[in-house]
C-alpha cells in the first residue's frame, strides 16, 4: 500500500528557531515528491523534488530528497510568525500520475 | 496561478440530496483531480481525470461519481450526500515542468451535509 508519513503531527517554536520536517514514503513507481504551504485555505505549493542530493531553496525554505532511504525534509531557518500553517507533502507516482498525501505537520511561531 | 476555479465556495445541503460540485480550469491541462480533506487524514482522492472522458478512481470514491465532457471542467457529484461527506473538497490540476509533473489546486469548496 502506498503511504506517505510526515513528522512531527505539530510543532510549536519561537520566532527565530531553525525547523526540520520530515516526509517518508513507500510510493510504487515513484516520479516527484512535493512540499505544499497550506493556511486557512488551499495549499500552495513550495517545492518539487525529483533527485537526490540537490538542495532546493526559496528564500529561508529549503529541502533536499533522499530516494534511497525514501524520505525528504524541508528546513525553515529564522522562522517568522507567517510560517505558521500546515505544510503538507505529496508523492507523485507514474502510475495514472497520481499523487499521495501526508497528514502535514502543524506549525505555529509564536512570537 | 493556474487559472482554477470553484463552484460553489460553499453549500449547505440536506442527507439524502443529489450534490455536484463544479472545477473549471483555463489552461488546458490533461490531468484533473478531486480530493477531500477532513483532520486527521489530510487530503485523499477520491477520483481524477487524465483526458475528456477519460477517469479513474481514487482511495475514497464510493459515494461518487465523476464527469469530464470537456477539457476545462471536471465535474464531482454526490449522488445521494450523506453526512460522513461533509469536508472540504479541492480540486486540482497536474502540470508538465520539462517531464516531471507538478500539482496546483483550487481555492476549495467547504461543504456540509446536514
Known amino acids: 500500500e502506498d503511504k506517505v508519513v510526515q513528522s512531527p503531527l505539530s510543532l510549536v517554536v519561537h520566532e527565530g528557531d531553525t525547523v526540520t520536517l520530515n516526509c517518508s514514503y513507500e510510493?510504487?513507481?515513484?516520479?516527484?515528491l512535493l512540499w505544499y504551504k497550506q493556511e486557512k485555505k488551499a495549499p500552495t505549493f513550495l517545492f518539487m523534488l525529483?533527485?537526490?542530493?540537490i538542495e532546493k531553496k526559496s528564500g529561508r525554505l529549503s529541502s533536499i530528497l533522499d530516494k534511497k532511504e525514501l524520505f525528504s525534509i524541508l528546513n525553515i531557518t529564522a522562522t517568522q510568525t507567517g510560517d505558521s500553517a500546515i505544510y503538507l507533502c505529496?508523492?507523485?507516482?507514474?502510475?495514472?500520475?497520481?499523487?499521495?498525501f501526508g497528514t502535514g505537520t502543524s506549525l505555529t511561531v509564536i512570537p | 496561478d493556474a487559472g482554477i476555479t470553484q463552484s460553489p465556495r460553499h453549500k449547505v445541503t440536506e442527507t439524502g440530496t443529489p450534490v455536484t460540485l463544479r472545477c473549471h480550469q483555463t489552461?488546458?491541462?490533461?490531468?484533473m483531480y478531486w480530493y477531500r480533506q477532513d483532520p486527521g487524514h489530510g487530503l485523499r482522492l477520491i477520483h481524477y481525470?487524465?483526458?475528456?472522458?477519460?477517469?479513474d478512481k481514487g482511495e475514497v470514491s464510493d459515494g461518487y461519481s465523476v464527469s469530464r465532457s470537456k477539457t476545462e471542467d471536471f465535474l464531482l457529484t454526490l449522488e445521494s450526500a450523506t453526512s460522513s461527506q461533509t469536508s472540504v473538497y479541492f480540486c486540482?490540476?497536474?502540470?508538465?515542468?520539462?517531464?516531471?509533473?507538478?500539482?496546483?489546486f483550487g481555492p476549495g469548496t467547504r461543504l456540509t451535509v446536514t
Open positions: 525529483t533527485s537526490s542530493g
Open positions: 505529496a508523492v507523485g507516482s507514474i502510475t495514472g500520475n497520481q499523487f499521495y
Open positions: 486540482a490540476i497536474s502540470e508538465v515542468r520539462l517531464t516531471w509533473y507538478e500539482q496546483y
Open positions: 489552461e488546458n491541462h490533461r490531468y
Open positions: 481525470s487524465y483526458g475528456v472522458k477519460d477517469t
Open positions: 510510493v510504487t513507481n515513484f516520479r516527484s
